[in-house]
């Protein structure tokens, strides 16, 4: 029986010939990801390891961006404390204000992940890389802390779903609408432990901006990871963006798989999941007036320069209604800076939104946006949990940055067609 | 190995942001996350839950966030064991980890309602119901894992090779 490509990335991590589902291995990892919140945890572990070094200062990656600029005392003694152990270690890539962005944006932005590659990462949207054709996991702090000390991990080899995507998205159709379409259709449970296998001629429609959204988001079909084949798109982009060398794996043509859907991108219309799951999703023709109080675009999913451009591209012929606050984030400092020098910024501002420095902030409910009692945010975030963003009874639409910035105008859920765009 | 206790349940998709609100993710000290476990699904919870008491769930028990602080809180809030029908994987992983015990046990989160009080053994996998008076047999973990929880989590099982 043949390996799918992430069985494919697994084996050879393994140093095996042959993987198959079910199997417990033990994997080489290229790279361990820790962020503000996962790694002073991981840090304590290590205290615990007969040996306290890590194993490659060059393939840790610690980044600050949940809670920095800090938002209070607590926080700022967390930054403190992974701060010194970069320092103590010599971890190159460690990532503090100033050069920071969100960990998801960053890491590819900085040429740190390619194709092939196995990265395990304290955080559950680790799996975003699979758009790069590389194997890319969340895990835990004390995962983290194993991989650091070891350069290994253990995983049980997934099965795997296929997604065969066709067609091409009609305008303001990004890939937010497809994993949103995807995790509809699935479930938030729906890939439990499996990986998710895009595949079918439609990728070289979506650009690496919609690839990072639909991998990033398989966690919340409860997926192992969400990867891509490699194209050209990527390949452009490794050589852009980086010197690491990488490695391209094919899935087999009897590579097994538990279920496989064709989706026509060219059927797919904007989509929005109403609270409080990511499953719960609705075609914009299907939304009745629903009144908002704040809209939030960024965050690892959706605050690639793409987003902002897409945003800016409504905003700019239509302001921000009066009473709504529209909170924009890029997600790395060069993105911040190229909306900057493309005028997007400006576009913002004029508008009546607000641009803040790159941060998780108000995804996780943190800081830079929290909701009251009973308010409504549409936002290009990820999950829509009960107090996710704020108040227990507050609520979020998870939506594409078109639909986002359109429901900023209207102050209610809206798609740019309501706007004649 | 064995538990007992009284149950909480709780239903579908128990999320990391419930269990633990990030919130309170400026703290990673157990104690303090413990305070503030299933605030934003039952706030009684902390209130009322004692040494050794269980929590039972449906399917897909720890979605979301990767936060180890989720199962750290459970921990140190004092539950033993949680069962479910099945748990996310990062949760999964997490929890064996840092020598939370947890069964999936699909019938279990079926038969078992709050209150009830449920006696746990490990090397066997069965769950009894005392209240009821019924029993079921839980998913032993894989060889594997077993040694990961008998050295009480991965990092004394790594010291350990």
């Known amino acids: ?421 | 190995m064995q538990a007992k206790g009284i149950v909480f349940k709780y239903g579908d998709n128990v999320d990391t942001d419930v269990i633990i609100p990030a919130r309170y993710l400026n703290s990673s000290d157990p104690a303090e996350l413990a305070k503030h476990c299933m605030e934003d699904i039952d706030k009684e919870f902390v209130n009322r839950v004692q040494k050794g008491d269980i929590i039972v769930a449906d399917k897909n028990f720890g979605c979301g966030s990767s936060r180890e602080h989720a199962p750290l809180a459970i921990k140190a809030a004092g539950v033993s064991c949680v069962i479910a029908e099945t748990f996310a994987r990062i949760f999964y992983r997490n929890a064996i980890n840092i020598g939370l015990p947890i069964i999936e046990c699909p019938e279990a989160s079926k038969g078992i309602e709050a209150g009830d009080e449920v006696e746990i053994d490990f090397d066997s996998g069965i769950i009894y119901n005392r209240t009821k008076g019924t029993s079921f047999q839980g998913q032993a973990f894989p060889p594997f894992m077993q040694k990961i929880i008998a050295a009480e989590g991965l990092i004394n099982y790594i010291n350990n090779k």
């Open chain 1, 1 to 421: 029986m043949g390996m799918t490509m992430t069985q494919k990335i697994l084996a050879a991590a393994a140093g095996l010939a042959e993987v198959k589902a079910g199997q417990l291995i033990e994997a080489d990892l290229s790279l361990v990801l820790g962020n503000d919140i996962t790694s002073p945890v991981a840090i304590h572990e290590m205290d615990k390891f007969n040996k306290q070094s890590v194993f490659d200062k060059e393939k840790i990656a610690l980044v600050m961006d949940h809670f920095v600029p800090n938002k209070d005392i607590k926080s700022a003694e967390h930054c403190k404390c992974v701060r010194q152990f970069a320092c103590q270690n010599g971890i190159t890539n460690f990532f503090d204000v100033g050069e920071m962005g969100i960990e998801h944006a960053l890491l590819p932005e900085k040429g740190l992940v390619v194709a092939g590659d196995v990265v395990i990462g304290a955080d559950s949207h680790t799996c975003t890389y699979g758009a790069l054709g590389a194997f890319s996991t969340g895990v835990g702090s004390t995962d983290m802390a194993a991989g650091m000390a070891t350069g290994k991990a253990w995983f049980k080899v997934p099965s795997a779903i296929k997604f065969v995507l066709t067609g091409k998205p009609q305008p303001w159709i990004s890939g937010k609408d497809v994993i949103l379409h995807i995790i509809g259709m699935i479930g938030v449970d729906g890939a439990l432990y499996k990986s998710m296998e895009f595949t079918g001629d439609g990728i070289a429609n979506l650009s690496m901006d919609d690839r990072f959204t639909i991998s990033n988001m398989a966690i919340e079909a409860g997926g192992k990871n969400g990867i891509f084949p490699v194209d050209e798109t990527t390949i452009a982009y490794m050589k852009e963006h980086s010197t690491k060398e990488f490695k391209i794996y094919e899935a087999d043509e009897d590579a097994e798989y538990e279920a496989v859907y064709t989706i026509d991108l060219s059927t797919l219309k904007s989509t929005v999941s109403f609270p409080h799951l990511p499953e719960n999703t609705h075609t914009i023709d299907e939304v009745e007036e629903i009144a908002i109080d704040q809209v939030v675009i960024g965050s690892c999913t959706n605050g690639h320069i793409e987003d902002l451009r897409c945003a800016a591209a409504i905003l700019e012929k239509f302001p921000v209604k009066k009473g709504l606050r529209c909170i924009i984030i890029p997600a790395t400092q060069k993105i911040y800076l190229q909306a900057i020098e493309e005028g997007l910024v400006q576009t913002f501002i004029k508008a009546g939104a607000v641009v803040s420095t790159p941060t998780c902030g108000p995804c996780l409910g943190g800081y830079m946006g929290i909701l009251a009692a009973n308010e409504r945010c549409v936002s290009t975030t990820n999950r829509n949990f009960v107090g996710r963003m704020g108040d227990v009874t507050s609520e979020i639409y998870l939506a594409s940055p078109a639909v986002a910035a359109a429901s900023a105008v209207t102050g209610k859920i809206s798609g740019p067609a309501e706007l004649g765009l």
